[in-house]
T-cell receptor
């Protein structure tokens, strides 16, 4: 009954190439989507977000795409660098929420490995 | 994670013992969250507070778990008695504003119950 699904537990990409991490959701009430990045022995850190009124948001090498009809979003990293090796969590929430039962719902994460 | 300090960073204990995890938010916040991360279930919300008041504890797995926030600068998550299945990384996180979904996480407390 996962409402946010990251179906790839791990992904290996060569340095300099594009990394594409995927996320699917089932709850139609979700209006706001975020990606968090987590290094070992550290807490997740916010990376990039997108609201449902947009289909794309770009920040430097990172771009998030949202396909609301398919309930799918993806994170693109171009070009991939060794420092991008980390676990990436997709998260979703209703736009109005600050927490709680209507707060952030996380996927299980995708471990991205950038190979030199 | 400069905004949230968690202790201990690692805890190894035996089944049946009491465990207390601590969280000290450094930066300003309105909300404080406790999450648990396991391989099987990923990041799960356990409980959250708004202005030090517990709002939703529906994620707390059992009565063995309890959380308090006596003031804006301190929160605890207690497990009594602990069980091996409680082994996980426990994160404290904060956010600000009723519409802010950007959480600042602490580095986490890794708990191992033998």
């Amino acid at each position: 009954d996962q409402q946010v699904k990251q179906n790839s537990p791990s992904l290996s990409v060569q340095e300099g190439r594009i990394s594409i991490l995927n996320c699917d959701y089932t709850n139609s009430m979700f209006d706001y989507f975020l990606w968090y990045k987590k290094y070992p022995a550290e807490g997740p850190t916010f990376l990039i977000s997108i609201s449902s009124i947009k289909d794309k948001n770009e920040d430097g090498r990172f771009t998030v795409f949202l396909n609301k009809s398919a309930k799918h979003l993806s994170l693109h990293i171009v070009p991939s660098q060794p420092g991008d090796s980390a676990v990436y969590f997709c998260a979703a929430s209703p736009l109005y929420s600050g927490g709680g039962a209507d707060g952030l719902t996380f996927g299980k994460g995708t471990h991205l490995i950038i190979q030199p | 994670d400069a905004g949230v300090i968690q202790s201990p960073r690692h805890e190894v204990t035996e089944m049946g013992q009491e465990v207390t995890l601590r969280c000290k938010p450094i930066s300003g916040h309105d909300y404080l969250f406790w999450y648990r991360q396991t391989m099987m279930r990923g990041l799960e919300l356990l409980i959250y507070f708004n202005n030090n008041v517990p709002i939703d504890d529906s994620g707390m797995p059992e009565d063995r778990f309890s959380a308090k926030m006596p003031n804006a600068s301190f929160s605890t998550l207690k497990i009594q008695p602990s069980e091996p299945r409680d082994s996980a990384v426990y994160f404290c996180a904060i956010s600000r504003g009723s519409s802010s979904n950007v959480l600042t996480f602490g580095a986490g407390s890794r708990l191992t119950v033998l």
